[in-house]
């Protein structure tokens, strides 16, 4: 459990969105709270000082109850070491997750308790440590499973900058009075590109809310001090560097026994007995799978240093990964779907159609090579297919073996070493729906116009819209989707002349929507072919009435003519 806290003046505003908005919560009660109008996240009226802080975590009370006495509400209710299964199944989902953001390298999990985490973490294959300000917790993950736990707090561990693929915090960031200070140190340590994992309760949902004062979260005092929503917590790590992208709400598998202890404060009378009557009966140790909604899981990326966070709200997520396709899966299957799409992509392909012929072209995200065709076809002169993903590169590679016009590598903007030396040589730079895969897109930006010649031209397709973004986004790699003066502001500032700036396909926004409705949905072959069938009458309406909204944002744009 990672603890930190400091005498505070009166709340004023929240310390999730910063809104100035907060009321109380539940009328007179004690502990008392207060309630951000805006995200609703929670915040405990009369913090602990730090010494009741380290009181309240020291020991093996906090994980285990020996004499079953349930009156003063804090720590673990039960024998939290007894669950270890259970709780490491549970972290098993989690870490699933966290992999389809990151690849498993270097992990950090904060608030570590007696290791069951960085234990799930080195059978995935990661190179995992933990830390808890309870040294009970963190001898026994050392002296018990052999892990690497380290007892202390943040502040303490001189951790290099940038040196973990990823950090997770369990249960831990509504402990924490000053969450600014430990989310400013995980954006120190996650290297840009890694990913952030918290569980935490979930004080907008309603099921919290209509409990209310009985919620049994907010009936620990001194334990927790601030209870995020889901858009209040991705408010507060936009403000650090990351990209707030999957959310799921997450439940808890125990002995039916456990699962009445847990909920004994919203039903204190009755859950007593009950539990009383079958705790030495087997019906007390059957396993039971609860999910009330009062707990999530928000998985987020670490942005490139000095880039802002998008302003969407995170995608709602299945709550099992293995319902999700990895992402590379999934851009292959879409990519494959494309490309029997003739009338999407020709429409798609008409947008610079008219720079290609005779034009020696970069390709950014050239896919499986639908659009490499289809230059060739129009009269490239050459094209360098620039492909990052190994499954896109290779069939690249097989499709275009014999054809001296086409050289692939294997890269990604904006570092490239595959085009050092090259600035000034491209007469067009296509870079259709890649650009919210890069994390630093402005530098990717920069390093298209230092590859075109002066006068060459940029095209430009990007997903619009933040308020669209969910679970294919989520599902794609999204990083974020745009609005059309953000993608303006940002191609000039590249260094380009914005000659054209319009929205497309209005006729998806309604599909895409249906679609994010569903956490884990694909778009499909079936869905693509009524599409296809519906382009045909509606691309011509839509091209002469111009409308101010759409699924895409094309951008022609080209650079300084020099004088």
């Given at each position: ?5 400091d ?7 929240c ?6 908005q ?5 009328g007179?009660?004690v ?7 805006e995200c609703?996240?929670?915040?405990a009226a009369n913090?602990?000082t ?17 004499d079953?006495?349930?009156?003063d509400f804090?720590?673990?209710r039960?024998d939290y070491?007894?669950d ?7 972290f098993?989902r989690v870490l ?9 390298g270097?992990?950090l ?11 799930a973490?080195?059978?995935r ?13 963190a001898?026994h993950?050392?002296?018990e ?5 380290r007892?202390?707090?943040l ?11 990823a950090v997770?915090?369990m249960?831990v ?7 600014d200070?430990m ?41 927790h001090i601030n ?7 991705a408010s507060?790590l936009?403000r650090h560097g ?16 456990t699962l ?14 009950i ?10 140790r ?12 928000l998985?987020?990326?670490r ?5 802002l ?19 590379g899966?999934a ?6 779907s494309?490309?029997?799409a003739?009338?999407?992509r020709?429409w798609m ?12 072209v970069?390709?950014?995200g ?5 659009f490499?065709?289809l230059m060739?076809?129009?009269g490239?002169a050459?094209v360098?297919?620039?492909?990052p993903?190994?499954?896109c590169?290779?069939?690249?590679e ?5 054809d ?11 570092e ?6 090259q600035?000034?040589?491209?007469d067009?730079?296509?870079c259709?729906?890649?650009l919210e895969?890069?994390g630093?897109?402005?530098a990717a930006l920069q390093?298209?116009a ?5 006068g ?5 397709l990007?997903?619009?819209g933040?308020?669209l973004?969910g679970?294919?986004?989520d599902?794609?790699?999204?990083w ?6 953000d ?10 002349e914005v ?9 998806g926004?309604a599909?895409?929507?249906a679609k994010n409705?569903w956490?884990?949905a694909r778009?499909?072959s079936?869905s693509?072919r009524?599409y ?6 509606w ?8 409308p101010?909204m759409?699924l895409?944002l094309v ?5 300084p003519?020099?004088?």
């Open positions: 459990m990672e603890a930190r806290a005498p505070e003046q009166p709340r004023t505003a310390s999730a969105c910063r809104a100035p907060l009321r109380p919560a539940f007179d009660a502990p008392a709270f207060l309630r951000c109008r609703r996240t929670l915040h913090p602990p730090p010494e009741e802080v380290k009181r309240l975590y020291e020991g093996r009370a906090y994980f285990v109850k020996d079953g006495d349930d009156d804090w720590g673990y039960d070491l007894a270890r299964h259970l709780i490491g199944a549970k098993d699933g997750h966290l992999e389809r953001y990151v690849t498993p270097r992990l999990d904060v608030g570590a308790g007696p290791g069951f985490l960085v234990a973490a080195e059978r294959g990661w190179a995992a440590v933990g830390i808890d300000v309870n040294a009970w917790a001898a993950a050392r002296d499973l052999g892990l690497d736990v007892s202390g707090s502040d303490d561990e001189p951790f290099e900058d940038g040196s973990f693929d997770t915090m249960d960031i509504e402990h924490v009075a000053d969450p200070d989310l400013a140190h995980a954006a120190r340590l996650v290297r840009p590109g890694g990913a952030l994992a918290l569980l935490t309760p979930d004080a907008g949902s309603l099921i919290s809310r209509m409990f209310g004062r009985r919620w049994p979260e907010v009936r620990r005092p001194g334990e209870l995020f929503s889901v858009q209040g917590l507060i936009g990351f990209v707030a992208s999957g959310w799921h709400w997450i439940g808890k598998e125990a002995t039916i026994s009445l202890a847990d909920v004994s404060p919203v039903l204190p009378r009755w859950s007593g007995r539990r009383e009557s079958i705790d030495r009966r087997p019906l007390g059957h396993l039971v799978e609860l999910d009330p909604r009062t707990k999530f899981c998985y987020a990326r942005l490139p240093e000095g880039v966070a998008p302003s969407h709200q995170p995608a709602r997520v299945p709550r099992r990964p293995e319902q999700l396709a990895p992402v899966e851009i292959l299957d879409e990519l494959e494309l490309a029997q003739r009338r999407l020709t392909f008409d947008a610079f159609a008219g720079h290609v012929r005779g034009s020696t970069l390709e950014v050239a896919g499986i090579g639908t490499t065709r060739l076809d129009a490239a050459a360098v297919a620039v492909e993903d190994p499954s590169a290779q069939v690249l097989r499709s275009f073996a014999g001296q016009r086409v050289r692939v590598t294997r890269d990604a903007l904006p490239a070493p595959s085009l050092a030396g600035d000034g040589r491209f067009l730079v296509v259709q729906n890649v895969h890069i630093d897109d402005g390093a298209m230092r590859l075109l010649r002066p060459g031209h940029l095209s430009l990007v997903p619009a933040p308020r973004f679970a294919l986004d599902a794609y790699g999204h974020r989707r745009y609005a059309a003066v993608l303006r502001d940002l191609v000039t500032s590249a260094g380009f000659l054209t700036l319009r929205f497309q396909n209005a006729l926004i599909g895409w929507w409705v956490p884990g778009i499909g079936t693509l009524l296809e069938s519906a382009v045909a009458l691309r011509p309406i839509e091209e002469r009435l111009e101010r759409g895409s951008c022609l744009a080209r650079t003519i020099d004088a």
